[in-house]
């Protein structure tokens, strides 16, 4: 059974940093794209950054670029999110998820991502 679990969430100041991580079981993490996905309260999920399976290509949002990083350690079978500058706006659920393929797709936010974590809390105060 496939799992992601997601932790490193909380609440935290504007302009702060968080470190997301994405623990995965029972598929092997390293043949697939990944991704971080949030949604805010009464907003639609959000898809913000994307890594290939072998971490040598990585897409943003233009929410997030230049602010968080995506990163994955195949060895361990985590995949990471470091945020920095952090905006009320950032506040959300924020969600791991494996896609189907390699690489991320050209327009990886709109794919059919095959597993999903449950997610984890950001709150950002201003």
């Known amino acids: 059974q496939v799992r992601l679990v997601e932790s490193g969430g909380g609440l935290v100041q504007a302009g702060g940093s968080l470190r997301l991580s994405c623990t995965a079981s029972?598929?092997?993490?390293?043949?697939?794209?990944m991704a971080w996905f949030r949604q805010g309260s009464g907003k639609e999920r959000e898809g913000i950054r994307c890594?290939?399976?072998?971490?040598?290509?990585?897409y943003s949002r233009d929410s997030v670029r230049g602010r968080f990083t995506i990163s994955r350690d195949n060895a361990k079978n985590i995949l990471y999110l470091q945020m920095n500058d952090l905006k009320s706006d950032d506040t959300a659920t924020y969600y791991c998820?494996?896609?189907?393929?390699?690489?991320?797709?050209?327009?990886?936010?709109?794919?059919?991502?095959?597993?999903w974590g449950q997610g984890t809390q950001v709150t950002v105060s201003s």
């Open positions: 029972g598929l092997t993490f390293s043949s697939y794209a």
């Open positions: 890594i290939n399976y072998n971490g040598m290509g990585t």
């Open positions: 998820a494996a896609a189907r393929t390699r690489d991320c797709e050209s327009v990886w936010w709109q794919a059919d991502f095959a597993h």
